[in-house]
């Protein structure tokens, strides 16, 4: 079954923590000094934020799979959108150790395709073709 991810960019992570806490009725399920997560079931979302000095907002959205195949199936589908597609593979971003694939819509917005094989204690490496900010904004051509 996939999973939404949406991942927000925030000045002040404790006022956001405190805020999306009440929001959802729960505490982040990973709680960092710079990222916060919750892996929610009602609504069905992984839902992320991160301070790591990306202007406040949207910093990308997601579908997050539970196995190999269902990532294959989400990979095609970005193919058929007919927008580049980054295939990143295996990485570290986000504490997790991850399979992933990128496109971005007509409008800018940026989509993540993955599926997570691990945890990391760290944040992750920002891969070459990745935008300021961190390695979960790469640049797949747009804009």
């Not at 982040?28 to 069905?44: E, G, S």
């Not at 997601?62 to 959108?81: C, M, N, P, W, Y």
Request: glycine share 12%; with cysteine.
């Amino acid at each position: 079954m996939k999973r939404m991810h949406v991942n927000v960019s925030v000045d002040d992570l404790g006022a956001s923590v405190s805020f999306y806490a009440t929001l959802f009725g729960a505490e982040p399920t990973v709680l960092k000094d710079d990222y916060a997560k919750w892996m929610l079931d009602d609504p069905r979302v992984n839902f992320a934020i991160a301070a790591r000095g990306a202007a406040p907002g949207v910093n990308h959205l997601g579908i997050q799979v539970e196995d190999t195949a269902e990532l294959a199936e989400v990979r095609s589908r970005f193919k058929g959108t007919g927008a580049t597609v980054l295939d990143e593979g295996q990485t570290t971003c986000c504490y997790a150790e991850s399979d992933k694939a990128w496109i971005t819509d007509p409008g800018g917005i940026v989509w993540e395709g993955f599926h997570t094989v691990g945890t990391s204690e760290t944040f992750g490496h920002d891969a070459p073709t990745a935008q300021p900010g961190g390695c979960c904004t790469p640049d797949t051509g747009c804009c």
